[in-house]
């Protein structure tokens, strides 16, 4: 049998799914496939049942992942390091990270984990804007970002990118207790049309505006109230917890949500409101996939 055909296994037995599997690993579903039969056929049993509603590990390819997924995980930082070690690279690794909210704790505990498995790596993080992770980038001065699908659009086609959690995100809209609507029953977005939308400057989000004055245009109703700019995420935060404003945003966006602000379901659906992980350069493939399925373990709460 392959590594190749031991990786796809890992990778189809921790997403639950073919084509996702494929995803991440860059191959067709149909590679996925036949890497797959054809592990069986070596093995001599199957490792997976195929379901409608999508596939289960059988009791054989249980016991296969739960020996082989930390071990590959080993194997594969070891094929890794011997490149480093041929080529000379730092074991640093730079990543730039968009401000998080609410998903940052669990961002951080992925990277302690990522260091404590692998202890001659390095990580080097920096919240940034995602115009500066696109600036750092073509620098050369960035291997990974974690940032929303959304705001780095930009870079399908010319950077890899592995979504970390499987559903979009909610887009709600919060305002806050202290609001002059907070008494009302049953606010609605009508509500809000004449009032004061807190919004990232252009400074930290590409689109925040824009992206504000979509979820009226969409319901036919016109935005008359004015525009409050920040140029941080926390800024924001104080600005609606306190209720001079109110916002539509990702669900993560607000760490207090659940105590000082009220919350509004848009029922948007929309396929860039995920958490993703870009990169760029081939030689960090290895590293970039090990931190994502890191990254997935943590972020499966908003699945």
């Known amino acids: 049998m392959t590594l190749s055909q031991i990786e796809c296994f890992i990778e189809i037995a921790r997403t639950g799914s073919f084509s996702k599997a494929a995803g991440n690993l860059f191959m067709t579903q149909q590679g996925a496939s036949n890497q797959i039969r054809s592990l069986e056929n070596e093995l001599g049993f199957s490792v997976f049942v195929r379901k409608n509603k999508g596939i289960e ?4 390819g249980r016991l296969l992942f739960e020996h082989w997924e930390n071990a590959f995980d080993e194997i594969k930082i070891g094929i890794d390091k011997a490149k480093d070690e041929f080529t000379g690279r730092s074991t640093d690794i730079r990543i730039g990270l968009q401000d998080m909210g609410r ?8 990277f302690a984990e990522f260091e404590d498995r692998h202890k001659d790596l390095h990580l080097i993080y920096e919240i940034m804007s995602p115009k500066m992770v696109y600036q750092e980038f073509d620098n050369n001065n960035l291997d990974i970002a974690i940032c929303y699908s959304s705001e780095l659009n930009g870079l399908t086609g010319k950077y890899q ?3 970390l959690h499987n559903r979009p995100l909610n887009i709600n809209l919060f305002y806050s207790v202290r609001h002059p609507l ?5 606010a609605s977005l009508v509500d809000f049309a004449d009032k004061t939308v807190g ?15 979509r979820f009226f245009s969409i319901n036919n109703l016109k935005f008359t109230g004015d525009f409050l700019e920040f140029d941080n995420r926390r800024n924001l935060e104080l600005a609606l917890i306190s209720g001079r404003c109110f916002s539509i945003v990702y669900e993560t966006m607000f760490e207090n949500a659940d105590r000082n602000i009220k919350a509004i379901k848009m029922g948007i659906d929309d396929p860039d409101a995920k958490i993703s992980l870009f990169w760029k350069d081939k030689d960090m493939n290895i590293k970039a996939q090990i931190l994502s399925s890191i990254l997935k373990e943590h972020l499966s709460i908003l699945d």
């Open 103 to 110: 998903c940052s704790n669990e961002i951080m505990a992925s």
């Open 182 to 186: 907070a008494e009302k029953k049953n």
């Open 57 to 60: 590990l059988t009791s054989e």
């Open 161 to 163: 990118k592995i979504d």
């Open 199 to 213: 919004i990232l400057s252009d400074k930290v989000s590409f689109d925040f505006k824009k992206q504000e004055l």
